[in-house]
């Protein structure tokens, strides 16, 4: 049998910010309260805020630790954004 890699579909949600290469990310790392979104292939990060998910908080010093080794060793980026239309339908930008 003949193996074939099948391509992943694009990420269409930029939440967190995705990779300025190949558009994906890695999920997120905690360093302390301060989120790293990464794209372990091609070892860039970038910081996406401190104390906006509480799950910093059930991991240890060891965790922050392991984290920033690994990041100390990825370049800081820029995240890739889709462009936004100007009235997302947010609410605010419809009122007169």
Same mark, same amino acid.
């Given at each position: !049998? $003949? /193996? !074939? #890699?099948i391509? =992943?579909?694009?990420f269409t #949600? #930029?939440?967190?910010g995705l990779?300025?290469?190949?558009? /994906?990310?890695?999920? !997120? +790392?905690?360093?302390?309260? $301060?989120? %790293?979104?990464?794209?372990? $292939?091609?070892k860039?990060r %970038?910081?996406i805020?401190?104390? +906006?998910f509480?799950g %910093? =908080?059930n &991991? $240890?010093?060891e965790d922050w &630790?392991r984290?920033?080794k +690994?990041l100390s060793?990825y370049e800081d980026?820029a995240?890739? +954004?889709y462009? =936004?239309d &100007?009235?997302?339908?947010?609410g605010?930008?419809? /009122?007169?």
């Amino acid at each position: !049998m $003949t /193996r !074939m #890699d099948i391509p =992943r579909p694009p990420f269409t #949600d #930029d939440y967190g910010g995705l990779c300025p290469i190949c558009h /994906r990310n890695d999920g !997120m +790392l905690n360093v302390g309260k $301060t989120h %790293w979104t990464v794209c372990h $292939t091609h070892k860039v990060r %970038w910081s996406i805020g401190s104390n +906006l998910f509480s799950g %910093w =908080r059930n &991991e $240890t010093e060891e965790d922050w &630790e392991r984290n920033s080794k +690994l990041l100390s060793a990825y370049e800081d980026v820029a995240p890739f +954004l889709y462009p =936004r239309d &100007e009235d997302d339908g947010g609410g605010d930008s419809n /009122r007169s």
